[in-house]
């Protein structure tokens, strides 16, 4: 068995915030497939690994952690990567982590499962997101003018944590070359790194079956 287990599936981007920090890391990892798509989420099994019904999670020994925030935190001390150096990077990692959290991802990633996954989403709803996750790739992409990554000079679990939804192009409805350049030269200067894999490539799941509704159609 390898020495982390981490729970996942292809589409989602917090999933692949952590593994693509143990694929770039050089971890003895596996992906255990999660078929949220057929509710594996839901099922008592699984919210007796996750009460919160989510991924990722992570199992490492003895230890299972969910929420990708605290899993990038948790693998900087276990790999000594991507982590930061000294009390004021600790808390400039903290800061964009929670922006992260709060509104890069939370309205990226929102607005693309809607515009890919649901069927007749509400356009108002649509546009307030666009507009929300415009104005957080806005905040990054001024960040960026001068800095190569969101400290600087290196690559940390900002990063990790802020590209989660970058790689999904035109499934995410929002044209970031466009829309961020300096944002979109981040995202593909972290493509760059040794080790990088695109999520569909690095995570199970990929492509969804065909829709058996849509087949008969």
């Known amino acids: 068995m390898a020495e982390y287990r981490l729970s996942c599936f292809a589409q989602s981007g917090n999933a692949y915030k952590a593994a693509l920090h143990l694929q770039l890391a050089g971890c003895d990892w596996e992906a255990v497939f999660v078929d949220y798509f057929n509710g594996t989420t839901r099922t008592d099994a699984y919210r007796a690994l996750n009460p919160m019904g989510e991924v990722p999670v992570l199992q490492h020994g003895d230890r299972t952690l969910s929420q990708s925030g605290v899993i990038l935190d948790y693998l900087t001390e276990t790999t000594g990567t991507f982590g930061p150096q000294g009390d004021d990077e600790r808390r400039e990692i903290l800061r964009w982590l929670l922006f992260d959290n709060h509104k890069l991802t939370g309205y990226l990633a929102t607005h693309r499962f809607m515009n890919t996954f649901m069927d007749g989403p509400d356009a108002s709803v649509l546009t307030f997101l666009k507009q929300r996750a415009k104005a957080a790739l806005g905040v990054l992409d001024a ?10 000079g290196r690559p940390t679990i900002a990063d990790l944590s802020m590209c989660g939804y970058m790689f ?3 499934e995410l409805g929002i044209d970031i070359d466009e829309v961020a ?26 492509p969804l079956p065909p829709d058996p509704e849509t087949e008969r159609a």
């Open 143 to 152: 960040h960026l003018d001068g800095n190569d990554f969101a400290l600087g």
């Open 168 to 170: 999904y192009g035109d």
């Open 181 to 206: 350049p300096r944002v979109a030269r981040w995202r593909d200067r972290i493509a760059g790194l040794p080790g990088w894999q695109h999520p569909y490539d690095l995570m199970p799941g990929h």
